[in-house]
């Protein structure tokens, strides 16, 4: 799910600063990175493995803008047997006010799952569509995402409903150190409707340094879910993880990782 933090609004993860390779001048811009874990506010989408990554964007001169980004994931694979691919779209509108102090950025984006199948016994689909609204002061920001869709990635409610109005709130920050190198931390907090179990804050810090062919990125992240996670049997932790054994209708059974526990991931991006 790409996060425009690691973007404007869009998507993770992990946020990658603005800098001199993130700023083309042509409206049309493409993107090809390559991470050591692929971390969606904070959890692994990729069960601790490294992931390629591409995406392309068109900003209109009237501040309207439309994207696609695409990742390598397992987490569906994992859960259902199918889906190895994240595919997202989105578009909005982002200006600036008061000499370009401040800004703001409203869009919709869709995290779709293609060859999916049904996400868990309850059929709960991973198709996600978020719309979102982020309102910025010279190095700082705040973001709301607002699930709009059926279900949140996949999560039932305690009840076996659907997670629809399930939010995200986060703060960012990023700061332009000079000759290439920046630093930026976030915090954030994911509430899943009707399933408090699910619920957590994630935080990361990193820097980032623009090499001329690209822009390579050091991020620490971490999460407060709390809970158990056996390797062979699951866990109580929500976000405790299997990657192989599958079986229809129950999921993973067996590979179980804490994908939301704190973790260091290295980053390349080219923006051109």
């Avoid at 719309?131 to 059926?150: D, M, Q, T, W």
């Avoid at 930026?184 to 699910?198: C, E, K, M, P, Y």
């Avoid at 935080?203 to 050091?218: A, S």
Wanted: glycine share 16%; hydrophobic share 35%.
């Amino acid at each position: 799910m790409k996060i425009p933090l690691i973007t404007a609004a869009i998507i993770g993860m992990i946020a990658t600063p603005a800098f001199a390779d993130d700023a083309p001048a042509s409206p049309l811009s493409f993107n090809v990175g390559v991470v050591t874990d692929y971390l969606f506010r904070g959890v692994s989408q990729t069960h601790g493995d490294g992931a390629l990554q591409a995406g392309v964007d068109y900003a209109f001169s009237n501040g309207f803008y439309v994207g696609a980004w695409a990742s390598s994931i397992s987490w569906v694979k994992d859960y259902t047997g199918k889906g190895t691919t994240e595919v997202d779209i989105y578009g909005g509108y982002r200006n600036a006010f008061a000499g370009g102090d401040w800004n703001y950025d409203v869009g919709l984006i869709t995290y779709n799952y293609p060859g999916h199948g049904a996400a868990n016994a309850f059929g709960a689909n991973p198709n996600t569509t978020e719309v979102y609204g982020a309102l910025g002061y010279k190095e700082f920001s705040v973001k709301y995402s607002h699930a709009v869709s059926s279900h949140f990635i996949g999560w039932y409610s305690s009840t076996g409903g659907g997670t629809r109005g399930s939010g995200y709130l986060e703060g960012n920050w990023a700061h332009d150190l000079g000759d290439g190198w920046g630093v930026s931390a976030h915090i954030g907090h994911q509430r899943v409707r009707d399933l408090s179990i699910a619920d957590y804050t994630d935080w990361n810090v990193g820097v980032t340094k623009d090499v001329g062919f690209g822009v390579i990125g050091l991020t620490y992240s971490d999460t407060n879910t709390s809970g158990s996670c056996d390797s062979s049997a699951g866990g109580t932790n929500a976000y405790c993880w299997g990657n192989n054994g599958f079986m229809p209708g129950i999921g993973a059974t067996s590979g179980f990782r804490n994908v939301s526990k704190g973790t260091a991931l290295l980053t390349f991006k080219k923006t051109f």
